[in-house]
């Protein structure tokens, strides 16, 4: 069946929510991917409660609240018989009060759609507490009626990148940077991707001097001016141009390095630019020549003619279907739980693949039904959305993630990050045949 963008299935009309993440939930991921980053939102006290679907959930390692009661996320209670009146002088004093402790180095502020629509002045009010307080006080538009999860990280990268003091670099055509990773949580898959992105650049003799964003202090991110090459990845394209835009970098807009083929790409790409071929290309064949031989036997008798599934973010999904092209199974269906924005081009880079974009809970759970019902997948890689679903094996992946962690090294990305993947995605089908036999002894 030919890849499709259609947002709903056609039987019947759909009412229920869907599937995805609010535009707020991608605020407080980037928060939380900057250790000492602190938030107001002006908006109702419900608002601190979603730091769960990070905190504790997705993310064991996160710090957005702290039994000492200086919870990094605050909110200003906002009661909608507050509405009419105004509320600006007590948003500034509250701004001016969290400002103003030793431990906090900068504040965001933004709000949510009862309070956005009224139409204060929060660049203005973030602009006099900056001046008064001598910190760093951004502005994040509030666009939650616009966006969703992956719009809401989007928008904080982007108002870094109009607001931060960029001032005083020295960039070098040796020096680079990641603008748009999505660190989504502080655990060792996401350290371990760094570590390997890291590797990559040094294999193209480039120094890779800041990543946007990496679980860094709010200080380091000012590293980020001395990049005389920029590359930007998805999470935050708007955001890398900006910067490009300000310090004259050059700018590539790449996909994830998910994925061999994609990694070996990266690399290749990353020494042309240095003249370092020679010294990548024994990077290469080095990651090559110690990955590949731990597939002969999983290939064969684990992967062949295998079917898989995904649920989940659309810039995963290119590192999903080339991985299992290359253990020669095959992806069947995937459904992107994101706004169809985000998806744009996504069907003619997957044939054959049946494409479902932003569906609705009822769609979501009738397009599965209807794929484990007539051809189930052997395996379906998917993000909490998609784990509850039919029969054969599941992996639990990407943003949100809330039955699998990485307390040790565990990445996606790069040449590491593959073989860890094809790990678990073996494990997951190995797995999946012993609850099979258990099932049949019941």
Known sequence: MSA?????????????????????????????????????????DCTYMKTQYVQGNHD???????????????NTALHPAQMSGSREESLQATLQRIASHPAVPAVALTSMPMAFITGAEYARLTRQVARA???????????SLSGDWIDGYAEVLLSLARQLDLSGGSPSETKAAVVGYLFDRNEQDHVANLRELEAMFGAAGLELVSVWLSGSRFCDLRAVRDAGVIVSLP?????????????????????????????????????????AQAKAESFIDRQLSSIVPRLEWVVPFVFQQRVLGYVGDPFLLPGIASLADLVGARLQFAVVTNRPHHAAGLASKLPGVELLVYPKMKSLMRALERHFESAPPHLTIANNAGILG?????????????????????????FGGAIATLDSMANALRWQEVEQTRRAMR
């Open 133 to 143: 307080s001598g910190k760093p006080i951004l502005h994040v538009p509030g666009k």
């Open 4 to 44: 499709t963008s259609s947002p709903q299935q056609s039987e019947g009309a759909d009412f229920t929510q869907r599937v995805t993440y609010t535009f707020m939930i991608g605020v407080y991921l980037a928060v939380n991917a900057i250790r000492d980053l602190y938030l107001l939102i002006e908006g109702p």
């Open 235 to 275: 999470y935050g394209r708007k955001a890398a141009r900006e910067i490009a835009r300000r310090t004259g970098a050059r700018l590539l807009e790449w996909d994830l390095p998910f994925g061999l083929d994609a990694s070996e790409r990266w690399v290749r790409e990353l020494a042309a630019l240095s003249g």
């Open 60 to 74: 064991w390692l996160s710090t957005l609240t702290s039994v000492s009661g200086l919870h990094r996320i605050a």
């Open 390 to 414: 039919g029969q054969g094996a599941v992996l639990e992946f990407g943003f949100p993630s809330y039955f699998r962690h990485a307390l040790y090294d565990r990445p996606f990305l790069g």
